[in-house]
């Protein structure tokens, strides 16, 4: 179940990114890639109450891959990061399945209450940087 999951992941960059060459290349050289790996694992001890290691596996991926998604991010299927460099991606932050998100967008909070304040993504939405929210 997992592989299967692992290999739709990939099929699905080497679908929206012309450029890419095979497989090994997305898994190897993606920095979209890697922070949805990161995530995920950020994600796993965020949801154990580990929140202190969550944020430590969060900000070593942003530091690696210059994509910055809080642990506490909720993220559906497929997510493709394209050119990730300066994504930002805020604590209340739903993302759906098949998204897009291309390099710069930033999924900020506009309020200082602790309540949701970041965006809900719906599915099947492409994100730009110049997309207003």
């Known amino acids: 179940m997992l592989l299967k999951k692992f290999k739709e992941f990939l099929y699905i960059y080497k679908k929206k990114d012309p450029a890419s060459r095979s497989y090994f290349e997305i898994l190897l050289c993606y920095p979209g890639v890697h922070a949805l790996f990161f995530h995920r694992i950020s994600n796993f001890f965020w949801e154990l109450n580990l929140k202190l290691i969550a944020r430590i596996i969060s900000n070593f991926s942003r530091f690696f891959t210059g994509i910055e998604i809080h642990p506490a991010v909720k993220i559906g299927k497929n997510l493709f990061i394209d050119h ?21 967008v930033t999924l900020g909070g506009t309020k200082w209450e602790k309540k949701k304040k970041h965006p809900t993504i719906f599915d099947n939405i492409k994100i730009k940087k110049e997309t207003k929210i």
């Open 84 to 104: 990730g460099m300066g994504i930002v991606i805020g604590e209340t932050t739903v993302i759906g399945n098949n998204v897009t998100i291309y390099q710069g």
